[in-house]
């Protein structure tokens, strides 16, 4: 009879083997520092007025070249997100014209039922500035992470670690440099060279990027704090901080919602098992 011991060891020999392959599938193996997020755990929950801020980032910054083809406006009411009231929601939409067919002029003021317009470029624009369409947002704090190693990735299952992709946009944002560090080469050895307009990022792949740097101190002008509240800082890592959480809220907008479902789950389980516990005493309690 196999024991309990040879497959837990052979299971978490099968995990480590398949680790590197899902690690590393994209992502460079420069060391990125996981944040405290609000939403980090299975109790973790958005922070409303963060989200708030991060959309401002995007709206202002990123949307002038990424789209969000998921997102509706009025998404940004429903509960769990930014939670902007309906009348902001609608003001926000008329202020895009939208493409409508049947509208006079080809074009109509937006609806929170819209989708959000994406970039004003054209894609012809967008190619020649940066040699490739950017990509869309929706879903890249889904689709991007980092690389934990072996074995410390086997407590991600206990801690339900699901943050890698805004831990990977944070450490990107701040990645760049303003020239190539001393030391860095290719992988066969040569000094490392910058292709001409491409720019220097310590996380990025390959470490060339189209994207120029997007953040700066100050340049994005948060509402001044209610009273009695400190005010938020306007620096380029309170920025990337907060567009990172609102792109991991635009990728899962129903994260909260199921994390409380899985709870309810498990403690309907534990109930149940209980239960039948209980019922199994009660039927063979004559049984020897």
């Known amino acids: 009879m196999i024991?309990?011991?040879t497959i837990l060891a052979a299971a978490l020999l099968s995990l480590g083997l398949a680790a590197p392959a899902l690690s590393q599938e994209g992502?460079?193996?420069?060391?990125?520092?996981?944040?405290?997020w609000t939403f980090a755990g299975p109790f973790g929950t958005f922070d409303?007025?963060?989200l708030q801020r991060g959309f401002q980032v995007f709206r202002e910054v990123c949307a002038a070249c990424?789209?969000?083809r998921l997102l509706a406006f009025r998404n940004l009411?429903?509960?769990?997100?930014p939670e902007f009231s309906e009348g902001q929601v609608k003001a926000l939409a008329a202020e895009y014209d939208v493409?409508?067919?049947?509208a006079e002029g080809g074009t109509r003021k937006g609806l929170a039922s819209d989708r959000w317009p994406g970039?004003?470029?054209s894609v012809a624009d967008l190619k020649a500035s940066f040699g490739l369409v950017p990509p869309d947002l929706s879903v890249i704090a889904k689709g991007r992470g980092i690389t934990t190693p072996f074995p410390w990735w086997i407590l991600n299952y206990f801690t339900a670690y699901n943050e890698g992709g805004p831990d990977y946009i944070h450490a990107l944002l701040n990645g760049y440099h303003e020239e190539v560090p001393e030391g860095v080469v290719n992988s066969d050895g040569t000094p490392?060279?910058?292709?001409?307009?491409?720019?220097y990022n310590a996380v990025f792949p390959g470490h060339a990027i189209g994207m120029p740097p997007p953040l700066t101190d100050g340049a994005v002008a948060y509402a001044p704090p209610a009273e009695g509240q400190v005010a938020v800082p306007q620096t380029a890592e309170q920025y990337s901080q907060d567009v990172s959480a609102f792109l991991m809220w635009l990728s899962e907008p129903h994260q909260v919602a199921r994390k409380e479902a899985g709870i309810r789950v498990i403690l309907f389980i534990i109930l149940l098992a209980g239960l039948m516990y209980l019922v199994k005493n009660r039927i063979w309690r004559k049984v020897h």
């Open 192 to 199: 490392f060279t910058l292709p001409e307009g491409k720019y």
């Open 119 to 121: 970039p004003p470029l």
């Open 27 to 36: 992502h460079t193996a420069v060391a990125i520092e996981r944040q405290p």
């Open 66 to 68: 990424h789209g969000a």
């Open 99 to 102: 493409l409508d067919a049947d």
């Open 3 to 5: 024991k309990l011991s």
């Open 77 to 81: 009411e429903e509960e769990g997100g």
């Open 48 to 50: 409303r007025a963060q």
